[in-house]
């Protein structure tokens, strides 16, 4: 009865110690559209950022330009729902380090939840290509 106990111990140290392994970013996020992940998904950061068609949508959802946060009348200073707005916050570089959480700016949003990977890497990519018009 002992080694019975012994061998079912045994077996169970052995599963715990199989079912261990360090996951990669491939695998824990296949579709994400960041770095090291694969696959075609809802994030697609290939290619040019387009203002209209990728900034405007995750300024849209993400920054409050529908409301007081960053619109036309808003409380912040900032106005982002003009691409004249946007431009200059993106070429002060303050865009870049409020949604990446960085430097000596008020992460955005504020008091919430970082924006996802796949916003910030769209975001920067139009930064780094000019952060045009287009």
Known sequence: MRKLLILAILLMVIGMIASCYNDNLSELTPASGVPGGTGAGSCDTAGTMSYANNIVPVLQTNCGINNSCHGTNNTSGYNLSTYTGVHSVALSGKLNASIT??????PMPNGG??????NIIKIQKWINAGSLNN
Request: proline residues 0%.
């Open 101 to 106: 959480w960085s430097g000596a700016v008020t």
């Open 113 to 118: 939840t970082q924006m996802s990977s796949c």
